[in-house]
Structure formats: C-alpha cells, structure tokens
C-alpha cells in the first residue's frame, strides 16, 4: 500500500463531499463527525467494511462448520541435553537438541513455512530438528552474537545443511535470541526448528556451527565460530 501511495505516477482522484455542520457553544459552525466526515478522511471505506465484512462471515461459518484438530508435536528422539559451551564473552547452554514430528499444521502455518523457511513442501505432518538454547552474555561490553549459524545432518554418506543465520531456515520465529545484540550482561532464549528431508532414525552425526561473536561498537571479533558436532550412538 506505501509504496502505490507514495509513487510519484500514483493516479490523483477529486471527489466532492457534502459536510454537515452545526453550531457549538460560541455559535460558530462546527463539522458533525459522522459517516460524511468518515467517508471523506477515508475514501470508500464504507465500500470496503462491506467487503471485509463478507469475507469476516465467511471465516466464521468456515470456522463455525467443523473444528480444526489440535496441532501437536511428538518428540521422536533426544541428542543431547543441558550441555553448556564457553565461546566468550558468550557462555551458551543447549538445553535441547532433537528430532520432533509436528501433526495437525494448520494450512495457514503450512504456507509460512512453505514460502519462506524451507526448500522442502510441508503438508499437515511433517519431521524437523529442534534446538533450545541460552546465551549469556558474560562482560560489560554491548557484544553481537547470531546464536546458531549452522545445522548439518550427515546420514548415510550424504549431508543435509541449513543455514540458519542467513538464509531464514528457522521456522521458529518469535525467540528474543533473534535480536543478535547483547547490551551489556544479559542473557536469552532461542529456539530453532528446521523441516528436514533426512530420515531421523538414519542420522549419524549432527554439526552445530555457534555464531562468531563482536563487539557491536568497534566491531572487533571476540570470538570466532565454534563447531560442536554429536554422534549419534545407535
């Protein structure tokens, strides 16, 4: 909408409105807020209540015709638990490294996914790698750190990598581990959560590249990126 709004051949419209008016305390003549003024301000909005109205009701009926089963989420195996890594100034815990099987998606999650974190097609079922996370961190200095930059899954002489950093694989998009800066002190949590094509019970080896860390006002490198890799114990 900002954009047709502000571009410089966006098509100009006049219109006439009629106002009402009346007369306040002082005698002097005052615009009656009503739908004249409202239609006005914003052009046609009565045309589009209508519209967003309809498309309201047909929500609801759609909604109203048949519950949507609960979405849910099965553990399928656990890799690792509450193992802590020092990359300093950033101390982090990986609290949980597994592999879930989410059921009953909603199609409106289904989509998001879709068209933004994965390469692979999702329907209602789908298998991903899950990991939970804290980070601290640990002096006075604002310090910029991503968390987890790289996943790679290593099955049966093949790989399977997802670039969480950069290239928006994450699907688990509301931990305050997203913000990257670190004022001062301060710890956060971050989950991850990436769709995977590789058969679980198959997985080998899992690679997990930790963010390099730096200071935000002068940019220097404190820490470098840190490889953690966990075999998996059949």
């Known amino acids: 909408m900002i954009k047709y709004i502000t571009a410089e051949d966006a098509a100009l419209v006049t219109r006439t409105v009629e106002f009402n008016l009346e007369k306040d305390e002082n005698d002097k003549f005052k615009i009656i807020d009503d739908e004249n003024l409202e239609e006005a301000l914003f052009a046609n909005i009565s045309q589009l209540e209508d519209m967003f109205g309809e498309e309201d009701a047909d929500v609801t009926s759609n909604e109203t ?79 910029a750190f991503n968390g987890i930059n790289e996943v790679v899954l290593f099955a049966e002489g093949k790989q399977e990598k997802f670039d969480i950093a950069y290239d928006w694989k994450d699907f688990i998009d509301y931990d305050e581990a997203q913000d990257a800066d670190y004022y001062g002190p301060v710890s956060k949590d971050g989950e991850v959560g990436v769709v995977i094509k590789t058969e679980p019970s198959k997985v080998e080896k899992i690679r997990i590249v930790l963010s390099e860390s730096r200071d935000i006002n002068s940019y220097e490198t404190l820490a470098e990126e840190q490889i953690i890799e966990f075999d998996i114990i059949k």
């Open 65 to 143: 015709s048949g519950e949507q089963p609960e979405q849910t989420f099965e553990t399928l195996s656990v890799v690792a638990e509450n193992k802590i890594y020092e990359a300093t100034p950033i101390n982090i815990t990986l609290e949980e490294l597994s592999f879930k099987k989410a059921m009953n998606v909603s199609e409106d999650q289904q989509f998001d996914i879709n068209n933004m974190y994965t390469d692979e097609p999702v329907d209602d079922e789908f298998n991903y790698f899950y990991i939970k996370f804290n980070a601290e961190n640990t002096i006075e200095k604002d310090v």
